[in-house]
């Protein structure tokens, strides 16, 4: 039990922000929801990947997205299955389908569960939940041996607000 | 491959909540082994090949508790609750092709007095394909648990085929009617309504408590080998007539696929019922792996037991009941009997072939269907007959 000197939250499990994924976080932190597009053959894609499962093009950009979408399906947790969102219950997580046609999972912050309604036409927001290297999830970053950079600012994750 | 394998043993333990098994998570398993072994007539040293469940044990482990000491195949197919399934299929090309004479395939865990399902869901999420995905886009919005990954799908085919409340209740009430029948199963002698199914606690909507699947220790196993060396056996052979196994695609995300039914079933099931030359209405019954009331009723129609979006009505009416059309898992289930990660439902195919389920025997069981469903819709099918 080495002391890092680093103190550690036993908070929200968050991204690790290693390599596309955190490519994918950093552009949700400058407010710009975008997804991975390929060069080739135009098709977007999420979540990131390193080539394009439709051509298998090296080529790609990020590019941004609209921000619309509509909810696509979704499940209203009632009963906690992880200690650190058991007094967020019940929370509804929804997976909304973009207009470039990827889908995200996400969460509707302005909308009560049961008022949830599949169709529901929903616009991107952004969350900040917190300093990069404070999640419970960078316990695993660390064993690994990687303890990740924590030199942004900050972790931002892409949430949804009705339109 | 169709019918130059068979099954020749089966056994499990006890199955309990409670205080629990009071066996090692190794130790409970391989009291399965040894009562399929015995089932099978073959001494535990004969056994040349060991298959695993994925996380739960190593085969050079079990090959040196129980004395195996010319192991020559040990492998794992990855898929959760699909694995042993799918399974019998690795399996059966193994003794087939000489890769092994006996494979052993052990399964189980203190699902209730060890390793509960919230405090795995962290772990878990390290060892399944999808775990990065999961980790970096499913947790931090709070869908950590299987329930919640399937229940996404389930809520999307109540939008689109008006699938109902009371189609899944059907479901749960088929599995628990089974239970009564079964002593063994955890179940046995507490009965339910749709009343009490509909007012169970929601869990992660649309799942109540009763649409999932218990939590318990206990462990099965069975045994396989070529039909040639079945003959000399203890028990009469379940032969593997077909068998497939596939993943969804992708297999690591489960939210972008774009058609969010098209599982590892949907691709496996048509090989299973060509290679056995038998179609899905010829079956007597079907063991549909349960980890939740909708992924019966998806499995039916991926199946192909009814077409896509009828799988509501196809529960309904005590068809998939023992006497129904499909009586569908007859010892109870994921749901009723407990959880043995699938291998339960092996088990139960090859007992109702074998005639040995007693008072919820299959009349006349001659050709059955089990399926598996894991991680994120791997799937898994096999077609056996006595």
């Known amino acids: 039990m080495a002391d890092s000197g680093k103190k550690k939250a036993a908070g929200l499990p968050l991204p690790l922000m290693q390599g596309l994924h955190g490519e994918f976080y950093r552009h949700c932190a400058a407010g710009r929801l975008s997804f991975q597009r390929c060069s080739d053959c135009g098709r977007w894609r999420h979540v990131p990947r390193e080539i394009c499962p439709a051509c298998s093009s090296w080529n790609w950009s990020w590019e941004q997205s609209s921000g619309r979408g509509t909810v696509y399906t979704y499940t209203i947790a009632e009963r906690p299955m992880h200690p650190s969102f058991a007094e967020r219950c019940p929370y509804a997580v929804v997976v909304v389908e973009m207009e470039e046609g990827v889908r995200v999972l996400s969460q509707v912050v302005d909308c009560p569960p049961s008022e949830l309604e599949i169709g529901a036409a929903v616009t991107v927001d952004y969350l900040s939940v917190g300093p990069e290297g404070t999640g419970a999830n960078d316990r695993q970053g660390e064993e690994a041996g990687d303890a990740g950079a924590s030199d942004s600012e900050g972790i931002v994750l892409p949430v949804f607000r009705l339109a | ?386």
């Open chain 2, 1 to 386: 491959m169709k019918d130059k394998a068979c099954i020749v043993g089966v056994g499990a333990t006890g199955f309990c909540r409670g205080e629990g098994s009071g066996k090692s998570l190794h130790g409970l398993q391989l009291e399965a082994a040894l009562t399929a072994l015995a089932d099978a007539g073959l001494r535990a040293g004969q056994v040349d090949g060991i298959m695993p469940f994925p996380n739960l044990g190593t085969a050079e482990g079990f090959a040196a508790s129980l004395g195996c000491e010319n192991l020559r195949f040990a492998t794992t197919v990855n898929m959760g609750g699909a694995a042993p399934v799918a399974s019998l299929g690795v399996a059966a090309a193994a003794v087939t092709s000489g890769l092994a004479d006996y494979v052993l395939m052990p399964a189980g865990w203190n699902g209730y007095s060890g390793s509960r399902a919230g405090a795995i869901v962290q772990e878990m999420t390290a060892s399944i394909p999808g775990g990065a995905i999961a980790r970096d886009f499913y947790l931090p919005h709070g869908l950590v648990a299987p329930p919640q990954w399937y229940a996404l799908i389930a809520r999307r085919h109540m939008h689109e085929y008006g699938t109902t409340a009371e189609q899944l209740g059907a479901v749960a009430l088929a599995m628990r009617k089974h239970a009564q029948l079964n002593p063994a199963a955890v179940m046995h002698d507490k009965s339910m309504t749709m009343e009490q199914y509909l007012a169970s606690p929601m869990i992660t909507d649309p799942y109540r408590l009763f649409d999932c699947c218990l939590e318990t220790d206990g462990a099965a196993a069975c045994v396989v080998t070529t039909t040639e060396r079945a003959r000399d056996l203890a028990r009469p052979p379940v032969y593997i007539s077909g068998v497939a196994s596939a993943q969804p695609y992708p297999a690591d995300e489960i939210t972008g696929r774009e058609d969010i039914f098209r599982t590892g079933l949907t691709v496996a099931a048509p090989r299973a019922f060509e290679m056995a030359g038998v179609e899905p209405a010829d079956a007597d019954f079907a063991q549909v792996y349960d980890c939740f009331t909708f992924e019966v009723v998806q499995q039916l129609e991926e199946a192909g037991f009814c077409t896509r979006g009828e799988g509501g009505a196809f529960v309904e009416g005590g068809r998939i009941e023992l006497g129904g059309e499909l009586p569908v898992n007859t010892h109870g289930g994921l749901l009723s009997e407990a959880h043995v990660l699938g291998m339960g439902h092996v088990v139960e195919a090859a007992r109702q072939l074998r005639g040995e389920a007693a008072g919820r025997q299959v009349a006349d069981a001659g050709l059955g269907v089990v399926t598996g469903w894991g991680d994120f819709g791997d799937g898994s099918i096999a077609v056996l007959r006595n």
